[in-house]
């Protein structure tokens, strides 16, 4: 049954053409970041690290996170529209599974940026005429755990769409969020941020091997807070009188 | 301001009670406060003597990453409120589209007049309070308002007509994104005849202060920069082109 819930959730979103926000966002930090990195060779010598983090530290605090927003507004605001709630309510499908089908939606589509980031990456280094051979095995690290920070990201805009019924607002929430994130990795709080575990993941400020903060903090927090956000979702969903609400 | 269109505006700050929306205003003002405080606390003496034109630096920068998405926030969350129960439908059978639209602006130009007064406020009492060397540059901080509201005020209106226009409130938002991308990149990338079609990148060709780093004894030397007058008339000119072509749009449009 779950399968089927998939599958009209991607019915219902198949046509929007919010997914290629996606596609198209990345293009402009790889572009602009490459064009930042040839300009300042003289001060970027390491090649695939430097261009890492152009790539990828204005787009994991300030970006990334306000699209996941969109994203996940855009999830549920279908629900929200012309009393939807009603019918979602009474179709004979527990509603975890609605739950569960639009977050997977979210994490695929997730995915599928990480996965655009890296190729944008390898093609920028190559324009950029790099010597090294491109570190296949770090980058898919430094994205694998992008996406796990990103899913922190996503549940919990998910869960103020969820509550906040209006579009724009979890969207402006997750940009200062972002920027908070920001802040709070400078200071060196950066793992216990939701907003900054993607950055983190990502190693944006620093390309190093190594997560700084170690693997396993990193794993705990960003799954505690993932559960979490979940759970709370899934109580709200449970408890409040979604259809009384529109 | 004629009747109809007092009347329009006051209806329009009407529809918006109890939506709260000074609400992200009042947090990115909290925000930059906090940035702008943490960075006041680890000021040398150098940039305590430099410390207004700091602060004229440095907040362009912040405006440029986070402003074009609170306008592209405000800018959905006034139009939207149309969208919904076919609102626009009734609301054309009542006022005239040209009014509607002009309402919905003066409104966001409201908040967003208080947002920048907000940060005056903010950059003068920190001032104050840490010391920053007379004379309080009021001649720069006029033209740091002006600038920076006309460069916020055009995005919103591009925000706003995009709103209207298109019922998909994503599309309104992503393109606020996106801009923000290009205002944020235009600070590093000065590129003058690309800069200069690029809307959200005003907030760099603006700038009131320049800087001087020395790389060798990591210090920095602020230095004022006349006002570019020729780049805000120009944008002027864009805003009023823009408002022209929104207004035809709009009364074209099929609800």
Redesign the interface.
């Known amino acids: 049954m779950f399968l089927r819930v998939v599958a009209a959730e991607y019915l219902k979103e198949k046509h929007?053409?919010?997914w290629l926000?996606f596609f198209?966002?990345p293009l402009?930090?790889a572009v602009?970041?490459t064009?930042?990195y040839s300009?300042n060779t003289d001060l970027l010598t390491g090649q695939w690290e430097d261009l890492w983090t152009q790539h990828t530290l204005?787009n994991c605090y300030?970006?990334l996170p306000?699209?996941m927003g969109?994203y996940a507004?855009?999830l549920w605001?279908l629900e929200h529209?012309q009393h939807n709630w009603n019918l979602v309510l009474t179709v004979p499908t527990p509603i975890v599974y609605v739950y569960g089908a639009k977050l997977l939606i979210a994490a695929l589509l997730l995915c599928c940026t990480q996965v655009w980031i890296g190729v944008l990456f390898y093609l920028s280094g190559k324009m950029c005429g790099f010597t090294e051979s491109f570190p296949l095995l770090l980058v898919c690290n430094w994205l694998a755990c992008g996406w796990l920070g990103g899913m922190t990201i996503c549940v919990w805009q998910m869960l103020l769409s969820l509550v906040v019924r209006?579009?724009?607002?979890p969207?402006?929430?997750a940009?200062?969020g972002g920027?908070?994130g920001l802040?709070a990795t400078a200071k060196g709080w950066g793992l216990y941020f939701p907003y900054a575990l993607m950055a983190v993941g990502m190693r944006a400020n620093t390309a190093h091997a190594e997560l700084d903060c170690g693997a396993a903090p990193f794993l705990f927090f960003t799954i505690s807070y993932g559960l979490l956000f979940i759970l709370l979702a899934l109580l709200f969903l449970d408890k409040a009188e979604m259809a009384a609400r529109e | 301001m004629s009747m109809k269109l007092w009347n329009t505006l006051q209806l329009e700050f009407f529809k918006l009670r109890g939506r709260m929306l000074w609400?992200?205003p009042v947090?990115?003002l909290l925000?930059q406060a906090?940035?702008m405080w943490?960075g006041m606390k680890s000021m040398s003496h150098q940039e305590i003597i430099q410390g207004w034109q700091h602060y004229l630096y440095q907040l362009p920068v912040l405006n440029a990453?986070?402003l074009p998405?609170?306008m592209?926030?405000?800018g959905?969350?006034i139009a939207?409120i149309e969208h919904?129960g076919q609102m626009l439908k009734l609301l054309y059978t009542v006022e005239e589209r040209g009014y509607v639209l002009l309402a919905k602006l003066l409104c966001g130009g409201w908040y967003l007049l208080w947002i920048l007064l907000g940060q005056l406020g903010t950059m003068l009492a920190i001032g104050m309070y840490k010391g920053f060397y007379p004379p309080v540059p009021w001649g720069y901080f006029a033209c740091y308002i002006l600038f920076t509201f006309l460069t916020s005020f055009c995005i919103y209106l591009v925000q706003l007509l995009i709103s209207l226009l298109i019922k998909?409130?994503?599309?309104s938002?992503?393109v606020g994104?996106?801009g923000?991308?290009?205002g944020?990149?235009s600070l590093?990338?000065n590129i003058t005849p690309v800069n200069k079609l690029i809307l959200w990148s005003y907030y760099s060709q603006l700038f009131l202060c320049g800087m001087n780093w020395d790389r060798a004894g990591r210090n920095t030397e602020m230095y004022w920069v006349a006002p570019n007058w020729g780049s805000f008339l120009l944008l002027a000119a864009g805003f009023l082109v823009t408002l022209w072509i929104g207004w035809r749009l709009l009364e074209r449009k099929e609800c």
Not at chain 1, 166 to 169: I, M, N, R, T, Y
Not at chain 2, 168 to 171: F, H, M, P, V
């Open positions: 929007s053409p919010v926000a198209i966002l402009i930090p602009l970041g064009a930042n300009i204005f300030f970006f306000a699209l969109i507004a855009w605001r529209q209006s579009f724009a607002v969207v402006g929430i940009l200062l920027f908070a802040a | 609400l992200l947090l990115l925000l906090a940035w943490w990453i986070m998405v609170l592209a926030v405000m959905s969350r939207d919904k998909n409130q994503a599309i938002l992503i994104i996106a923000s991308f290009c944020l990149f590093f990338l």
